[in-house]
T-cell receptor, first 112, second 115 residues
Framework: GNSVTQMEGPVTLSEEAFLTINCTYT??????LFWYVQYPGEGLQLLLK?????DKGSNKGFEATYRKETTSFHLEKGSVQVSDSAVYFC???????????FGRGTSLIVHP | EAGVTQFPSHSVIEKGQTVTLRCDPI?????LYWYRRVMGKEIKFLLH????????ESGMPNNRFLAERTGGTYSTLKVQPAELEDSGVYFC?????????????FGPGTRLTVL
């Protein structure tokens, strides 16, 4: 079956540090890949997505590249801000499905 | 335009009691989904409504859970009787039906604690 594995948190960084949150997946076929973010007190929001191999999703300074050879979709940001503190979820959806399979989430804490 | 709203934001009940969670989707969204996240684990799909019909309820854990969407607007998820393992955060999401990929919009969740 489909599954998503992401690094455990919390990840604690100082402002302006470089961020990487690792995500690997197991799926048949060619799923679409997503990163969702949940800010405190809010619902999950779609942060970025990629629908085919070598696609790069980007939004708000965050990037992730769909790597089929390593079945990975690592999230990166060059310089984090305190406002980036949130829980980040990696997810995949098989082709034709709107229902994501989520990872466990990684809490990011950014200190001033 | 209002987003997906859920009520209550928190609920603390004792084992054996009944709890009803409510979700109001974005107006005009025919698709409504329920998910659950048990502490520290993955967010798991529970079920999917298209208007008032259950399209997929393969994720519902057992018959103590009953979801309804009368009239195709808001939805309720009732847990009766609640057990300790039902504790977690219950998310609702809605999506408009259109031709190309379209995003699910999530609510803030209801945190359920069963003591």
């Amino acid at each position: 079956g489909n599954s998503v594995t992401q690094m455990e948190g919390p990840v604690t960084l100082s402002e302006e540090a470089f961020l990487t949150i690792n995500c690997t997946y197991t799926a048949t076929g060619y799923p679409s890949l997503f990163w969702y973010v949940q800010y405190p007190g809010e619902g999950l929001q779609l942060l970025l997505k990629a629908t085919k191999a070598d696609d790069k999703g980007s939004n708000k300074g965050f990037e992730a590249t769909y790597r089929k050879e390593t079945t990975s979709f690592h999230l990166e940001k060059g310089s984090v801000q305190v406002s980036d503190s949130a829980v980040y979820f990696c997810a995949l959806s098989p082709r034709g499905s709107y229902i994501p399979t989520f990872g466990r989430g990684t809490s990011l804490i950014v200190h001033p | 335009e209002a987003g997906v709203t859920q009520f209550p934001s928190h609920s603390v009940i004792e084992k054996g009691q009944t709890v009803t969670l409510r979700c109001d989707p974005i107006s005009g969204h025919d698709n409504l989904y329920w998910y659950r996240r048990v502490m520290g684990k993955e967010i798991k799909f529970l079920l999917h409504f298209v208007k008032e019909s259950k399209q997929d309820e393969s994720g519902m854990p057992n018959n103590r859970f009953l979801a309804e969407r009368t009239g195709g607007t808001y939805s309720t998820l009732k847990v009766q009787p609640a057990e300790l393992e039902d504790s977690g955060v219950y998310f609702c999401a809605s999506r408009h039906t259109s031709g190309s990929y379209n995003e699910q919009f999530f609510g803030p969740g209801t945190r359920l604690t069963v003591l």
